[in-house]
């Protein structure tokens, strides 16, 4: 406890430890043994005060004022600020759930309300009130990211979900909320999980309609699918990827890899044609309307359209490969792309010679052993095969010694 505590306790005067505490998510990752990434604070101190200690006022449209500040030993550190020490009890019992309503005074009193700390030992997600999701419908969803970290919802908390449609509260809510908690989501021990949640209790329809639609489009034909529908292949898909990837982007782009067979003419069902570059498009607008990185939608795109090639490598020309590594290496996604195609086909592995064609591929004229004066002579509509047919020589040179 004191480690946690002192590096704070030097920011802060001594006489105001015990008006400042640790909460939420900060004291949840405190008492699992887990490191801190940041600071969660509520402090009773004169808004006046704040200033002088480093802090800078954030007021957003749909949260709390948030006083923030960057240290350089501690990181982020962001804090609510009451009026007075009476508030504290009520500003812990309108959390989310019990294990974040937990609070430690820099002068080292714990307060647990709740009893936090029994659902934290069991992995329990217990709500702090029946008006928890009411007040902000967006817990439904951090509570999805907790059960696909591994937690579990107690009964009551499941009956608050259920008992009433959320579609229009959910609509109300800025796409970029719903977002953060899936990537956090997607970084949890079962990530499956979170889409299979959000399926069970009908939640994020207008977030995600692509992932309501998958149950009822066929993965393919049987005996290439046996698993049947394009949902249960995506989340096989996932959880292999998951097994092998620590990486959100890697695993959003294993669940939705496929995302070009929704487009397909129900008519030529079980089969999808052309999938692999139909998805090229709706994979940007995905990304596009759930506000994520430009970088996860240019890899979602190319994940599309490219996944199934390293498994159809023995099959593929030479001047194919380079094009196909090349486009991986420039679209960011060479070491995502070999895990996607392994786990869409369960058995297969990363053909070694992929990386002998990345290396050839994001190789220059000079490192490819062409001589400048030469290449400069010859005509420029010449010059591209030229350099082409010096990759393809280094690339089975590779091959030949492998």
Sequence with gaps: MNS????????????CHDRIFL??????????????QDYDLIAVLPAGLLPSLGFRLVAGKTTRPIWFQHDAQLGKLELIRLDDISQLDADLRGRDFTINAIALGLDGRLYDPLNGQRDLQQRLLRVCSDQSFIDDPLRIIRGLRF??????????????????????????????????EMVKGLAGRQPSRFFEQMIHFRIGTNWLPELFRMRDIPAGPLQHHPEGDLLTHCLQVLQ?????????????????????????DPALYPKHHGHDEAGFK??????KRLCLPAEWGRALAWISRLHTNLNRWSELRDTTRLRIADQARKAGISQILPVVSAADKPGNSTPVQWLHALEVAAMNSTQLGIDKEQLEAMQEKHRPDCILQHRIRLLRSYENLS
Excluded at 282 to 287: M, S, V
């Design 4 to 15: 946690l505590l002192q590096p704070l306790q030097q920011l802060f005067p001594q006489q």
């Design 240 to 264: 292999r990827a998951a097994a092998v990837s620590p990486d959100p982007l890697t695993r959003f782009c294993a669940f939705f890899h496929d995302i070009g067979k929704l487009s397909s």
């Design 147 to 180: 059960v696909a970290d591994g937690w579990q919802m107690v009964p009551e908390t499941v009956q608050l979900i259920q008992q009433q449609d959320w579609t229009e509260q959910m609509a109300c809510l800025p796409v970029e909320r719903f977002s953060r």
């Design 282 to 287: 709706p994979a940007q607008n995905l990304c």
């Design 23 to 36: 909460v939420g998510g900060t004291m949840r990752d405190f008492l699992l043994q887990q490191p801190a």
